[in-house]
């Protein structure tokens, strides 16, 4: 067993306590005061840490599969997870404040274009926005146009118009 060295011995150890660790007293510590138990740490994800709902390990694990970068710092993934979800939650908000004015209980991918397109802060992240596929474009950007069905009968008449002639033709002749 080692002798405790003693605080005056030492110079700049005024006032630390010296008492052996097998004598000290788990529930008192050297001022006086009742020690606190550390309890088992719960382990807690990355995101909950930060506050945030969307997953910083799996960005982290995207960041590296990308190569983007040959190292980045250990907040690079949180704060683009940030990053993402405040975008996210604009984009939906604002998504639901246009469903809502044209009295629909969903978000249609229009909503959503009219949403990016009406935010300039949005418009500007985001560039020109999603390429308007399908029926996604927001309706007041649709063009009136005839139906397939109708463009195949025209192009009927026309075809009919252009070959009938010329089988009464072949017919008459033969």
Same mark, same amino acid.
């Given at each position: 067993?080692?002798?405790?060295?003693?605080?005056?011995?030492?110079?700049?150890?005024?006032?630390?306590?010296?008492?052996?660790?097998?004598?000290?007293?788990?529930?008192?510590?050297? !001022?006086?005061?009742?020690?606190?138990?550390?309890?088992?740490?719960?382990?807690?994800?990355? !995101? !909950? *840490?930060?506050?945030?709902?969307?997953?910083?390990?799996? /960005?982290? *694990?995207?960041?590296?599969?990308?190569?983007?970068?040959?190292?980045?710092?250990?907040?690079?993934?949180?704060?683009?997870?940030?990053?993402?979800?405040?975008?996210?939650?604009?984009?939906?908000?604002?998504?639901? $404040?246009?469903?809502? $004015?044209?009295?629909?209980?969903? /978000?249609?991918?229009?909503?959503?274009?009219?949403? /990016?397109?009406? !935010?300039?802060?949005?418009?500007?992240?985001?560039?020109?926005?999603? $390429?308007?596929?399908?029926?996604?474009?927001?309706?007041?950007?649709?063009?009136?146009?005839?139906?397939?069905?109708?463009?195949?009968?025209?192009?009927? *008449?026309?075809?009919?118009?252009?070959?009938?002639?010329?089988?009464?033709?072949?017919?008459?002749?033969?």
């Amino acid at each position: 067993m080692e002798r405790p060295v003693e605080a005056s011995s030492m110079p700049g150890m005024d006032g630390v306590c010296t008492a052996p660790e097998q004598k000290r007293e788990p529930e008192a510590s050297c !001022s006086g005061e009742p020690s606190r138990r550390r309890e088992a740490k719960v382990k807690q994800s990355r !995101s !909950s *840490r930060a506050g945030l709902l969307f997953p910083v390990s799996r /960005i982290e *694990r995207q960041l590296r599969r990308g190569q983007f970068a040959e190292r980045f710092g250990a907040n690079a993934p949180v704060y683009l997870a940030a990053v993402l979800q405040w975008v996210t939650h604009k984009t939906m908000d604002m998504a639901g $404040k246009i469903s809502k $004015k044209s009295n629909q209980q969903y /978000i249609s991918p229009c909503h959503l274009q009219m949403s /990016i397109k009406n !935010s300039p802060v949005l418009k500007h992240l985001l560039g020109s926005g999603p $390429k308007h596929r399908g029926r996604a474009v927001p309706k007041s950007q649709r063009v009136a146009s005839t139906s397939k069905t109708k463009k195949t009968k025209r192009m009927k *008449r026309s075809h009919r118009q252009q070959t009938a002639p010329a089988r009464a033709t072949a017919a008459v002749t033969v």
